[in-house]
């Protein structure tokens, strides 16, 4: 905090305005453990710039310390994975590695520090979502589709999906999609919701003995619903942490950690459909 900002929080915290500056230094509500766990989940808003820094942040100072973990991300297609490898052992910056293997649909800008920190300390990079073409064969044909017998198995994906999973995930997609989605489309996109968070939590596990981080949307981090759950589904258990940058206020209880965000301004993404904000 510069000496200027400093004083100028004094002023507000004289006058009774101290929460006012809170926002400068958003604080994780739940202590950090000592030590790095086997998987670390950090979740993000897709667009807000500042939790991208101090998620970045976060994750360097773990590096830099001694850390040397694999990183997933949500941002390149599984798919992708061997473009990804060859990217990594050809490209000397990030801007390479994002044309050689990534989506148009990102944007990259808030993802080249990660990336520089994998090429800079050799970290291993994960592509770990379905591509939309994936994505589209679970919405018609379900969660399996996209997944081998012996996984299908060992996930119980020929049985009904969890309830409260189904209840969460419901709920999550109706309300992201502003209450306009038609209703014969909702279980589609929760198959394809979920079929993420199992390809995540698989091509973590496939990374052990070396630890992992993920950088995915809060959602995908959520503990109850999310990756952390479908990574304890299967033996054995690997040590786990989520960690949530969110706006407002995410529900601790979805998350061992949460660093609450100021809310970024953005257009109102209901305004131009006609439904509920």
């Not at 520089?116 to 300390?121: G, I, R, S």
């Not at 012996?150 to 969460?168: G, M």
Request: hydrophobic share 45%; with cysteine; net charge positive.
């Amino acid at each position: 905090m510069t000496a200027s900002l400093l004083h100028r929080c004094v002023l507000l915290a004289l006058a009774g305005g101290l929460s006012a500056c809170s926002v400068l230094r958003p604080a994780l509500e739940a202590p950090e453990p000592a030590g790095n766990p086997q998987v670390l989940l950090l979740g993000e808003v897709h667009d807000n710039v500042q939790g991208h820094r101090l998620r970045f942040e976060a994750l360097r100072k773990r590096v830099e310390a001694g850390w040397r973990p694999a990183i997933a991300m949500e941002q390149f297609d599984r798919e992708q994975q061997g473009l990804l490898s060859k990217a990594q052992q050809l490209c000397l910056d990030a801007d390479c590695i994002v044309r050689a293997a990534g989506s148009a649909r990102w944007d990259w800008q808030q993802y080249r520090p990660v990336i520089e920190l994998a090429l800079a300390h050799k970290l291993p990079l994960i592509a770990v979502n379905l591509s939309r073409a994936d994505a589209s064969r679970v919405v018609r044909d379900g969660v399996a589709s996209s997944f081998d017998p012996a996984t299908v198995k060992a996930y119980k994906l020929d049985a009904p999906l969890p309830a409260d999973i189904r209840k969460v995930q419901q709920k999550e997609i109706v309300d992201s999609h502003c209450n306009m989605l038609p209703e014969n489309m909702v279980d589609g996109m929760v198959a394809a919701q979920v079929a993420r968070d199992i390809w995540m939590a698989k091509l973590i596990r496939a990374q052990q003995p070396r630890d992992v981080v993920l950088i995915a949307g809060n959602g995908h981090v959520r503990k109850d619903v999310g990756v952390a759950r479908w990574l304890n589904a299967v033996e054995p258990a690997l040590s786990t942490r989520s960690i949530a940058y969110g706006e407002g206020t995410p529900a601790a209880t979805q998350f061992d950690g949460v660093v609450k965000l100021p809310t970024q301004s953005r257009p109102d993404p209901c305004a131009s459909m006609g439904g509920k904000s």
